[in-house]
C-alpha cells in the first residue's frame, strides 16, 4: 500500500509535486526479516518435509504400519543398486538370507548376490490388511470413518520389491520384521502432531484464561493466577508420570491415549501463556484505543476478543515454534517410559523405547538401524529451535536490520 503525502515548499506556496511513502503490514515486515535468517528458513523446508512424509506415510512406505515378518527380525537394511557388470540398471537388491554362527550363536545376515530383486516404484500391494486410507481421508477419526460405513480402498505405494515374498527393507527391519523406515514415517504422525495439537491447546486456555484475568482484574485475575501458581508449583515430569501412570492401567485405545497425552502437555503450558498474556494485557486495557473502544459501546468480549489479543499475536507465534520441541520430548520421554502411546501404534519414544529393551546400547554398533528414531527427535527439536529463533527475530523490533 502506497500514501501519497504532498510536500509543501517553504513560503506557504501551493504543493508542487508529491512524494510517495510505502507503509507496510506487519506481516510483510516480518517475513522480510525472515527471509535474512538462513538457518530458519532451511528448517522451515525441513519440518515441511517431515510433515509430508508423516502425512502421506502410508503412500511412501512400502508395509503397513502394523506389518510383521517374524522370520527377519533385525535383518540389516537393503542395500540398493545401480550398478551390474559394469551397467546401469534398474534399481535392485540382493535378498538378504538368516543363518546362525555356531561359534558365537548370533544370527548372520549374507546377500544372495545370485538372485537380484529389481525395486517396483508405485507398487500395488493387494490384501485387506494392505489397504488404507490416502490423505486427508486418513485424518478423520476412525470412530467418524466407522460411523460413516468407510473401508480402506487404497494399495498404491511409492516403490516395494517386485517380489511379494522377499522383503525391501530400506532402513532395516525391528525386532518383529516390521519395516524401520515406515514404522518411524507412521511414528512421525503422533511425535509431530503432539507437539503442534499440545500447543495449540495451551494457547487457547493461555489466551483465554490471561485474556480475563488482565482485563477483568479484581477477584477474576486472583482466582486465575493462583491456580496458575499451583498449578506450576508441581514439578512436570512428576504431575505428567502421575497422570499417565492413572490412565495406563486402563489399556485404553491409542486415539484416546493420545488426546489424553495432549490434554496433559496442555495442562503444564497453558500457565507461562497466561501470565504472559496478563500482563500485556494489564497494559492494553489502559490505552487509548480501549477507551475509544468502550465509548462507542463495544462489549468485553468484543474489546477482548478484537483489540486486546491481537496484540499478543507475535507472542503466541515465537511461544508456539519455541515450545512445540518441548512437547516432542516430553511425548518421546513418556512414551519411552512406557506411559505414552503403545503398541500396536508406535511412535519415535516407543521405537526407542523398543530398541532399548532388545538390543541396549551396547548394541548400537551391530544394530543401529533400530536407533534411527532418536536421531529423527534430533533434526525435529533443532529444526523447531531454529525456526523459533528466526520467527523471534522476525517479531522483534530491535533485531530488524
Not at 538457518?39 to 502425512?55: I, N, Q
Request: proline share 7%; net charge neutral.
Amino acid at each position: 500500500m502506497a500514501d501519497t503525502v504532498p510536500v509543501v515548499p517553504s513560503g506557504g506556496a501551493e504543493p508542487t509535486d508529491a512524494r510517495v511513502v510505502r507503509s507496510e503490514s506487519l506481516s510483510t515486515i516480518a517475513w522480510k526479516q525472515f527471509r535474512k535468517h538462513p538457518m530458519a528458513r532451511v528448517s522451515l523446508t525441513v519440518l515441511g518435509v517431515l510433515y509430508l512424509l508423516a502425512a502421506f506415510a502410508d503412500f511412501v512406505a512400502p508395509y503397513p504400519e502394523r506389518y510383521i515378518d517374524p522370520g527377519a527380525t533385525f535383518q540389516p537394511p537393503n542395500r540398493v543398486r545401480f550398478w551390474d557388470e559394469g551397467r546401469f540398471v534398474r534399481p535392485f537388491f540382493y535378498p538378504r538370507e538368516q543363518a546362525l554362527d555356531f561359534e558365537t550363536l548370533e544370527t548372520t545376515w549374507t546377500e544372495d548376490r545370485d538372485n537380484p530383486v529389481p525395486l517396483q516404484f508405485f507398487a500395488r500391494r493387494e490384501g485387506v490388511r494392505d489397504r488404507y486410507f490416502p490423505f486427508p481421508v486418513n485424518l478423520i477419526p476412525a470412530q467418524l470413518r466407522q460411523t460413516l460405513g468407510m473401508r480402506p480402498w487404497a494399495t498404491l505405494h511409492l516403490f516395494g520389491s517386485s517380489d511379494p515374498e522377499v522383503p525391501f527393507y530400506l532402513w532395516g527391519s525391528d525386532d518383529l520384521g516390521g519395516d524401520v523406515f515406515g514404522k518411524i514415517l507412521f511414528g512421525g504422525r503422533i511425535s509431530l502432531s503432539v507437539g503442534i495439537i499440545a500447543a495449540v491447546v495451551a494457547v487457547f486456555l493461555g489466551l483465554l484464561f490471561g485474556g480475563l484475568a488482565g482485563y477483568f482484574g479484581g477477584w477474576v485475575d486472583e482466582v486465575i493466577m493462583r491456580f496458575v501458581e499451583a498449578l506450576s508449583a508441581i514439578p512436570d515430569l512428576f504431575l505428567l508420570f502421575t497422570l499417565s501412570a492413572i490412565f495406563y492401567p486402563l489399556n485404553l485405545p491409542a486415539s484416546t491415549v493420545f488426546m489424553l497425552v495432549v490434554v496433559v502437555l496442555a495442562m503444564i503450558g497453558w500457565g507461562g501463556v497466561a501470565r504472559t498474556v496478563r500482563g500485556q494485557v494489564l497494559s492494553l486495557r489502559e490505552r487509548d484505543f480501549a477507551y475509544a473502544a468502550r465509548s462507542l459501546g463495544a462489549s468485553n468480549a468484543r474489546i477482548i476478543r478484537r483489540h486486546m489479543l491481537p496484540h499478543t499475536l507475535s507472542f503466541v507465534i515465537v511461544y508456539m515454534s519455541l515450545t512445540i520441541p518441548s512437547f516432542i520430548i516430553t511425548e518421546s520421554v513418556l512414551s519411552f517410559f512406557g506411559l505414552g502411546i503403545q503398541p500396536p501404534s508406535t511412535s519415535w519414544g516407543l521405537m526407542l523405547s523398543t530398541a532399548q529393551n532388545f538390543v541396549g546400547v551396547t548394541g548400537l554398533g551391530d544394530r543401529w538401524w533400530i536407533f534411527l528414531p532418536g536421531l529423527f527427535i534430533f533434526i525435529a527439536v533443532l529444526t523447531w529451535n531454529l525456526l523459533g529463533d528466526g520467527l523471534r527475530d522476525a517479531f522483534d523490533p530491535r533485531s530488524r536490520q
